[in-house]
């Protein structure tokens, strides 16, 4: 077997790169590069798993590794490019309440703050100072800056990465603790790529940010009176 | 095995839609499922087999308990009811152009698949795959608000999905928080509830009360508790009565159940007192909102919408008193609120077939002459509007009254301000209703207006419902509080 500090050490690094890709989903404003990205975070989520399956040995993690590959690194990023080719936006460029640099620092203030608050939950218990603790935090993090793509992103395809990277994370988060039985696994991916395909296929519908779509009912007076529309 | 059986009708269901050519048939078939569903669940309880704990499936994911068979109760009865409403509805739907041709196999194959999440979901012992088809309710609810040929709709039901799903991945995070627990308690760690509800009283208080907000966001999400309601009132809008109705009546149920489950496992640790503090001052911040936000409404399913949020901050109180008999009346006050609300977006409904309210959310309904137009859905909202707002002789008076009454022996000053709230709540539906309903056309213009014919499928559900509350509200069988009993003492409260 592989010298089990050596893959500490290689997951230790896989962390970093998965934080990095995150910060680039949250700052990148081309939409294919924000697709590639994606992508790869999927594929940094795959080698983790396999390192990890080098390290403690169950089987469910190569499945997992497995169908993550398929669905993440294949499948979904597959269709969102083709219907991005369909409804013609390359750019996103335009930002709810936060800009790229402050969802920048605000996902720095959040990797520190949930090191500190799990820290502080995890005291004392052996959970501490294993990978776990790291994956939980790296994990969280992964989530929360998700949620500021999906809030901060005005069209509903940037929303949906957004979402996805959030699933990551909470996927991320999971590898480090559980033996979930993989049929639970599998189900999530399923349900993901319902989501994926619902939410795009919609958002083609839509075929632009929601915000100007009630711009264009206000000009054309189909809407008497919206409070804030969005 | 009768999961099984749910599972095929579900496939069968499904299958028969996807080959079936017209609008009745489809119809037909989404009848023909629910009281298919209907029967089973009614045999599994009568045939007293209840609790089912041996599946063919390993690892034991699924089990029937009496909180389970009736939640699935409640829903089964709603989907059939609003199945045979949407028949003249849609009929309406296609008539007017605001739903194609196209989209019926899609509508209904959603409909039929939306009904087996729902009871599946309410039968599954394991928390992680409750988890799943809680989301994938989500997904396919938002095909159904979306189905209509208006952007809004794909507005409310992008804005539901994203709000929804958002919330339910930090449910998941909770879960595997829960896993964890029981892990570095017992060595092996679990998500079956059965499991969880016999370890809970070694869990360490500090990590469940961080797995139970976490799962409790999302949960709260689905069921449309402050801050998190904002997808409610738009997609209980834009969407077909018949599925607004399912929405309310039985979705949100759906997010409740997922509370009430884990609820029962914190009610058996330590943490309890803070997590009941959590529930009681969510649920009262949500009967805050909804009661100013109904204040000014004039669109009158934006009311029943926001009525629905009220009922959900006073199942929360109900549950964060947490005595046996506050639960049972909770409980009581699930179905309740299920069957008028499901009347009352019946009766919306044919009024909006009638007078075509303007597109947007926020317009004002015109509405005038309701009696002369639409005898049957004006009584319903007003005996539905009476219902829900608590009067005597419905079923929701009996449920408030005791939630009010234990709620007195925990804290008097949240009772106070939970009377004062469910004051302007009622007061504002009263307001609207008189208002509206009292309005009578004069001018020989509105003489033109054609009074639509509602087919007695749509009216009917609507006083079935009406006489089932009436019963509900009136009569007590023994049965039924022994049933009530048994989900109260399974839970272990």
């Known amino acids: ?230 | 095995m009768i999961i099984a059986a749910f599972v095929i009708t579900a496939f069968a269901a499904l299958v028969l839609v996807a080959v079936s050519r017209t609008h009745r048939q489809m119809n037909s078939i989404c009848i023909g499922e629910a009281a298919v569903f209907l029967i089973l669940a009614v045999w599994l309880l009568l045939s007293g087999q209840v609790p089912v704990l041996s599946f063919v499936l390993g690892n034991q994911y699924f089990f029937i308990d009496h909180l389970g068979i009736y939640e699935a109760l409640i829903a089964t009865i709603i989907f059939l009811l609003a199945a045979i409403y949407a028949r003249g509805y849609v009929d309406n739907l296609l008539e007017s152009h605001e739903l194609g041709r196209g989209s019926l196999k899609l509508f209904y194959g959603a409909w039929a698949f939306l009904l087996a999440l729902i009871v599946l979901a309410f039968f599954s012992d394991n928390l992680a795959l409750f988890w799943i088809f809680t989301e994938l309710t989500t997904v396919v609810s938002a095909i159904l608000i979306a189905i209509l040929y208006a952007r809004d709709n794909i507005d409310a039901a992008i804005k539901y999905i994203f709000i929804a799903s958002v919330s339910m991945l930090f449910s998941f995070v909770g879960l595997v928080f829960l896993f964890q627990i029981s892990r570095s308690v017992f060595g092996t760690g679990t998500l079956n509830w059965t499991v969880l509800m016999q370890q809970a009283p070694a869990y360490p208080a500090g990590m469940m009360i961080a797995a139970f907000a976490l799962i409790f966001i999302g949960l709260a999400a689905k069921s449309g508790i402050f801050p998190f309601h904002t997808w409610l009132p738009e997609a209980h809008v834009r969407a077909p009565s018949a599925v607004s109705a399912i929405l309310s009546g039985v979705l949100l149920n759906v997010g409740i159940y997922g509370i009430i489950r884990v609820f029962a496992i914190v009610h058996r640790t330590t943490a309890v007192s803070t997590v009941t503090i959590l529930l009681l001052v969510s649920g009262l911040l949500t009967v805050g909102i909804a009661a100013f936000s109904m204040l000014p409404q004039k669109k009158l399913k934006k009311l029943i919408a926001f009525s629905s949020i009220e009922n959900m901050g006073l199942i929360l109180i109900g549950l964060a008193i947490a005595t046996p008999l506050a639960i049972f009346w909770t409980l009581f006050h699930v179905m309740a609120h299920s069957f008028t609300k499901a009347g009352l977006f019946f009766s919306a409904g044919i009024l909006h077939r009638q007078y075509h309210s303007p597109l947007s959310a926020d317009a004002v309904d015109d509405m005038h002459d309701v009696f002369r137009f639409q005898p049957v859905a004006a009584w319903g909202i007003i005996l539905g509007g009476l219902a829900i707002i608590g009067m005597p002789l419905f079923p929701v008076f009996l449920s408030k009254l005791f939630i009010l009454t234990q709620l007195f022996t925990v804290s008097l000053p949240a009772l106070a301000l939970l009377l004062v709230l469910l004051f302007i709540a009622a007061a504002s539906l009263g307001y609207y209703v008189i208002s509206t309903f009292t309005t009578v056309s004069q001018g020989p213009g509105d003489r033109d207006i054609v009074a639509y014919k509602t087919p007695a499928g749509m009216k009917w559900p609507i006083i079935i419902l009406l006489v089932l509350i009436l019963i509900l509200g009136t009569v007590f069988t023994s049965g039924e509080i022994a049933f009530l009993d048994t989900i109260v003492s399974e839970l272990m409260f």
């Open chain 1, 1 to 230: 077997m592989i010298d089990n500090a050596f893959i500490e050490s290689v997951i230790r690094v896989l962390f970093a790169v998965v934080i990095i890709t995150a910060a680039y989903i949250i700052s990148t404003r081309n939409l294919i590069t924000l697709v590639s990205a994606y992508a790869f975070q999927s594929l940094t989520l795959v080698c983790m798993a396999l390192a990890l399956y080098f390290h403690e040995g169950t089987p469910v993690l190569l499945a997992i590794a497995f169908i993550t590959f398929i669905s993440k690194v294949l499948i979904i990023p597959y269709f969102i490019t083709n219907i991005q080719e369909r409804i013609r936006i390359k750019r996103d460029i335009e930002f709810h309440f936060l800009s790229p640099t402050t969802s920048l620092l605000l996902s720095m203030a959040v990797i520190l703050f949930i090191y500190l608050a799990l820290s502080n939950i995890l005291t004392g218990t052996a959970a501490r100072d294993s990978l776990f603790f790291f994956g939980a935090v790296i994990g969280i993090s992964l989530m929360l800056m998700g949620m500021m793509v999906t809030f901060s992103r005005k069209r509903a395809i940037t929303k949906v990465l957004g979402y996805l990277s959030m699933e990551n994370g909470v996927l991320l988060f999971g590898m480090f603790v559980t033996e979930l039985p993989f049929i639970i696994e599998f189900l999530i991916v399923i349900d993901l790529i319902i989501l994926v395909m619902l939410t795009t296929i919609l958002s083609v519908g839509l075929d632009s940010t929601l915000e100007e779509y009630h711009d264009r009912l206000h000009r054309f007076h189909l809407v008497e009176d919206t409070e804030d529309g969005s």
